[in-house]
């Protein structure tokens, strides 16, 4: 192969594998306080990418004003969300997995609701502002500015992300909910009031992704489903509740999807990278960046 | 014990028992079923498809209602079901019957394989492998388009011949409905044995299962296999009634359909499956609603439900059924009320219900126990007698319940070592010990709440049956031998306590006095040589306490040794033959329950008195 | 019975978990600037009354009023803004954070400005002069005794008007349960209610101007020290009727 044809596959790799991550940060960001892992987190992203087609290329809103407009309306589903299908099923001790089911059946909902509104076509979204689709050479490098604009800002969201968790007194709450609920209540720290802006705060999180993401994977309703399962085996593969190593896991899982894609068939893609999450968490249960004792595996 | 589909009546009635509700549905849907395919050839591929998936959900509820694992794959078991036989028939000229055992062997060996992370892996890891692992199936459907006709499909799929006949339309149907039939005999005689509760436990908690010596994996690797083989062979009649096998059949949705049907139609239900897919399958196309809100229904109607009927349908009819029957019982038990009074028995005879069995003594030399910077445990060593009745008591974190955690293998030790029967047996599972005869109960009780009693009880016999799966599930008759003879030892045991006039109730409607009681009867019919009790008079009332006694004097009779925590001091003095004092993990002091209370130092660890 | 200026009052109260009742009919109150001990053996009841009272727990019948405030009306994590302060038995700190960020968090609910919580670190740090160089430290590297103290630290620093201590000198050399004791008698001196759960009886006693006695789930006997030293009560309460006289 050649050096161009592998650093292009590489390239997509770490662009595809940003993605990934912060679809993996978004389901962590409800996941802290609640030890639910959404179901609907994708289909949250693919909302976050439809309706910044319906609002940034149907309706013409400036890229600045639609995305603070989309991040608004898919947090308060979010928020829609924790109130229906969470809260009262993380509240019942007996069937402590009900939200699996609840979650899921919000997401089936979601996804086809959004079918009849809007088809399943997939659909144009303007790029982040200063950067654009058209590929530049650099030697052997060829790049998209608007891959290197969703790199990099994953890897800066990500940092807000953390130092949120580690330098505001609300984030330090939120691991104090995690770490012992009934301590945290006892502190004044209310989980439920935490786990509803977890929520809501996930969907913000999942719409900047699919706002950032849509350019490149174009937007349709039926790219919720796919990037459920990939954020997922990021969170396998770095560990439930570690941004950073969702960000690492991602990246990894990106180029080895994009690698693969010379040789492999998507059917035998899919096969390949189910069998290194199942490899890593036969050797791993915790993933690698997971601590032992956090989650319940 | 017909658990679902029989009445709750008391067995002392003498009076025909009313066929229940879901006896009555189950009966006119399978009734109408027939009759509407009789009627003409568009309802008859209707019911045809509905059978095919009444039989493909009932091995779902296998492993999603009964023993609570959710699966997203079925739909794409069925699918490759439904390829094989598609391909052997076309491609290779199989005829049907080899077709759908093929079937349903590479169903059950995809859903074994899918099944392996299971075994290690929490809920909700295994319901996204599974997500991914549909995806990938519908993805490979594509790939091996040389193999599986691509977007095309394949054409032609032979009807199964019986005796040189071809059997299409209404014989078809009806072999769909024989086999849904048979298979729904076999799941009773399999759900109302030890492997059906073995599976029950599993939903609840691997916990429970594992302190009666339930191999947890290997139940699990089963529940897969089954339910692969049963979508499997669904899979088969599919292909055959459909005639044309392509991939738009197999999107996600169609597992979708499966988890609802089964969520909904009532999951851990026998009946489940077939309302579920009358309700919102068969209604929903027969009334010709529109098909494009078809999964928006579904959805909607999935968080409705896991909201506010997480039972489902066959769950909401079978309270019915439960009220009904309490009713005619005359003993008004609906769940959380006021404890009823414990039926005065006549109190039997000292008699054991059980037989004699050899105790087994407990050696525990330098137990050290540490957990992250504390230490539960510091250099314990004890001697319990083959047979004797050998009490724990001690303040707050003294490691009183770490020490019945340590010998029951639930914590392995930091240090030191432990035998029992001479054997060492240090570092061993609980699952292991169990084998040896050791039984225990928990400070809260871990009965299967929607078991009966006598059938919870029973369950403790799990070490002792003999018969095998097969063997079970075809009510062999070893199998029927070994149930009746169990069933009237739980019975006894259930007297000795005093609630044989419950025996068939639900154990979550007993208070909690009487589900300890209950739970202890459970260890015992196991046959212990060593029973470990943590705190059994907590929360007694003093009918309960009396019951209480007379199950430690059948212990005694029994010759299984006891090791008991306890707090209530009277208990201890009446029962015990030695005592153990253990304060901030360290033995205080030894002997007799004289010697120990009277002792100045043990008062002052107690009372920090100085008097 | 009960005085109506009580700063904590149950009556009649019940707590259990699910249908298990452990707590039956328990009346009690604490004063304001008041010393209790509550006062019992081994699964009598005692934390399980005190979870009742911050509202961890739904109490199935009676009632309870933190000043005005109804505790049954109310969940735990409002009761905390109002003076109410409950230290869980097992050093309930968050480990994973430090010991800075623990007391930070006991402020969560205040409304204070950066200056004024700082004074109020440095004020409950006076009391526990120990844990003053540790800021920085990760709370689960402290040793027993700190986190104990951490704990009671992270309750007195939001400034309380009644604290509620589950076994605090639980698994501590008998030292640092006098430390312990000191520190809250320093507490009560400044006008801190406190209601003391101990097993270790007669420093309990020592210390406080009531108790109550809890068996099984119910409250059997109550008075000062003085009217409980003199009857054995307290002892048949942790070693049963049975027993006779302990030799010494």
Known sequence: MLLEDLL?????????????????????????????????????????????????????????????????????????????????????????????????????????????????????????????????????????????????????????VEWVYGHTLAGKAVLAVAEDRDAARLNGISPSRLTMTSFALAGAYAALTGVVAAPLLLASTTIGLGLLVKGFMVLAIGGVGSNWGALAAGLMLGCVESISSVQLTPGYRQLLLLAVVLVVLLVRPFGLFGRRGLREV | MNHSIASAAPRSGGSLPLPTLMLVISALLVLGGIAAA???????????????????????????????????????????????????????????????????????????????????????????????????????LNDLRSFTGGYGGIVGVAKPSLMGLKVDGFGLFSMVV??????????????????????????????????????????????????????????????????????????????????????????????GPLLGVAAFYVLPEMLGSLKEYRMIAYGVGLLIFSVFLPEGLAGAIAAFDERRAARRAGTATPRGAAPAPA????????????????????????????????????????DVSPGSIHVIVGPNGSGKTTLLNMISGFYPPTGGSIRIDGTEV??????????????????????????????????????RERASGVELALRLPRARREARELDAEALRWLTLVGLAGRADERAASLPHGQQRLVEIARALIGQPRLLLLDEPAAGLSMGELDELGDLMRAIRQMGTTLIMVEHHIELVADVADSVTVLDQGRILAQGTAEQVFNSAEVVRAYTGARK | MSRPDALLRAEQLSVGYGIVPVVQDATLQVGRGEAVALLGANGAGKSTLLKGLSGLLKPSSGRAFFGDADILASSAEALVPMGLAHVAEGRRIFRRETVMDNLLLGMYRSRVSKGEAQARIDEVLQLFPVLREKGALTAGGLSGGQQQMLAIAQALVRRPALVMLDEPSLGLAPNLVDEVLQTLATIRSRGVAVLLVEQVVEKALEFVDHAYVLQSGRIIAHGTPAELAATDVVRRAYLGEAMPEAAT
């Open chain 2, 178 to 271: 024989i086999a849904a039939a048979l298979l729904w005999w076999v799941m009773h005689n399999v759900m109302n044995s030890r492997m059906g509760w073995a599976l029950q436990s599993i939903r609840e908690g691997d916990v429970r299962a594992r302190a009666n010596g339930v191999s947890t994996a290997r139940l699990r690797l089963f529940a897969f296999s089954f339910s692969g083989a049963i979508a499997g062979l669904a899979g088969a009649f599919y292909a055959s009634a459909k005639g044309v096998v392509t991939p738009e059949d197999f999107s996600f949705d169609f597992s979708i359909f499966f988890l609802f049907v089964v969520v909904l139609g009532g999951p851990g239900r026998l009946a």
């Open chain 2, 38 to 140: 009789l009627s003409g050839a568009y309802l008859l591929l209707l019911m045809t498809f509905a059978a095919v998936y009444v039989l493909a959900a009932m091995g779902l509820n296998l492993l999603t209602g009964y023993a609570g694992i959710v699966s997203i794959a079925h739909g794409a078991l069925v699918c490759v079901g439904t390829y094989a036989t598609a391909i052997a028939t076309v491609r290779y000229g199989w005829g049907f019957w080899p077709s759908m055992l093929l079937s349903a062997l590479v169903g059950m060996l995809f859903s074994a394989v899918l099944g392996l992370p299971a075994l290690r892996l929490s809920s909700w890891y295994f319901v996204l492998i599974t997500i991914a692992f549909s995806l990938a199936v519908t993805a490979m």
């Open chain 2, 343 to 382: 039926v005065a028995a006549t109190r039997s005879a000292p008699a054991a219900p059980s037989e004699r069995v050899a105790g087994m003594g407990v050696a525990l030399r330098d137990l050290v126990k540490q957990f992250d910077g504390v230490r539960a445990l510091d250099g314990v060593s004890l």
């Open chain 1, 8 to 160: 292009a596959l590489l390239v997509t790799g770490l662009t595809m594998g940003a993605i990934y991550a912060m679809v993996a940060v978004s389901f962590n960001v409800a996941y802290k306080p609640t030890n639910v892992f959404n179901m609907a987190q994708g289909e949250l992203v693919m909302l976050g990418a439809m309706f910044a087609w319906a609002l940034m290329t149907e309706k013409h809103l400036p890229w600045a004003l639609g995305i603070l407009v989309v991040i608004v309306i898919v947090a308060a589903i979010g928020l829609f969300e924790e109130r229906v299908a969470v809260a009262t099923l993380i509240r019942r001790p007996s069937n402590h997995h009900g939200w699996i089911i609840s979650t899921l059946a919000f997401s089936i909902i979601v996804i086809n609701v959004c079918d009849r509104v809007w088809g399943s076509d997939a659909q144009v979204v303007p790029p982040v502002p200063g950067a654009t689709l058209d590929t530049v050479q650099w030697g052997s490098l060829t790049f998209s500015t608007q891959q290197v604009a969703v790199i990099l800002i994953a890897a800066a969201s990500i940092a807000v």
């Open chain 2, 426 to 463: 240090t570092g061993r599972g609980p699952t292991s010990i169990a084998r040896m005869r050791v039984q225990r109960t928990f400070q809260t009780p871990k009965l299967l709440g929607d078991l009966t009693l006598l059938e919870n009880v029973r369950f403790g016999g799990y070490v």
